[in-house]
């Protein structure tokens, strides 16, 4: 069975523009999740898509969001990027929601460069 | 809001030693699951074992064990056998069980190297 992908694996960007993150889940799997992982911060949940519904939300301003197609492919965008938008960002896939009765399987991660 | 605290950043080991790597968690919710994650440099985040809050046993995966005080807010993860493989960021991660509502809460992770 193939994993979680994640594409592009790096993408450099410039300040204010805007960029759509893709995430492939595991074949039968539900539920997607992102994570945004910075040496300051370290790994942030951003947040949580079921069925094509945002279940759940971390503390991140608007300009985050996302989206879950029909097939749990999902899709994060950041609008109007700043500096500290640098960062990895993980996608992780369950079969069920929240991940802890059916565990989360990360992809690779997109590394995302704001200059 | 729960937080999740790694006191060691970085531990360096001998290949076959056992190595324990340290946890604590602050919560007010009595029902949660804990984690352990590994980091290899291929960044892949990789799930190393879990254990359930109601659970007093702890949970064990081949040579990694984990020591679970939920009274002292604790969760170690044992290495026995340690190999060049496991060298790697580890994360020990909380989630709630009311439908992980804030996803997994990380610490800021150990970096684990074993030494040939």
């Known amino acids: 069975k193939a994993g979680v992908t994640q594409t592009p694996r790096y993408l450099i960007k410039t300040r204010g523009q805007q960029v759509t993150l893709s995430c492939s889940p595991i074949?039968?799997?539900?539920?997607v999740s992102w994570y945004q992982q910075t040496p300051g911060q370290g790994l942030q949940f951003l947040f949580e898509y079921f069925s094509e519904t945002q279940r759940n939300k971390g503390n991140f301003p608007g300009r985050f969001s996302g989206r879950q197609f029909s097939n749990s492919r999902s899709e994060m965008n950041v609008s109007t990027l700043e500096l500290g938008d640098s960062a990895l960002y993980l996608c992780?896939?369950?079969?069920?929601?929240?991940?802890?009765?059916?565990?989360?399987?990360f992809g690779n991660g997109t590394r995302l460069t704001v200059t | 809001a729960q937080t999740v605290t790694q006191s060691q950043p970085e531990m360096s080991v001998q290949e076959a030693e056992t190595v324990t790597l340290s946890c604590t968690y602050d919560t007010s919710e009595s029902n949660y699951y804990l984690f352990w994650y590994k980091q290899p440099p291929s960044r892949q985040m990789i799930l190393v074992i879990r254990?359930?809050?109601?659970?007093?046993q702890n949970a064990t995966e081949n040579r990694f064990s984990v020591n679970f005080q939920k009274a002292a807010k604790s969760f170690s993860l044992k290495i026995s056998d340690s190999q060049l493989g496991d060298t790697a960021m580890y994360f020990c991660a909380f989630m709630t069980s009311g439908g992980g509502a804030d996803g997994l809460t990380f610490g800021k992770g150990t970096h684990l190297i074993i030494q040939p």
């Open positions: 074949s039968g799997h539900r539920s």
């Open positions: 254990q359930e809050a109601y659970k007093q």
């Open positions: 992780a896939s369950s079969l069920d929601r929240g991940g802890y009765n059916s565990p989360l399987h």
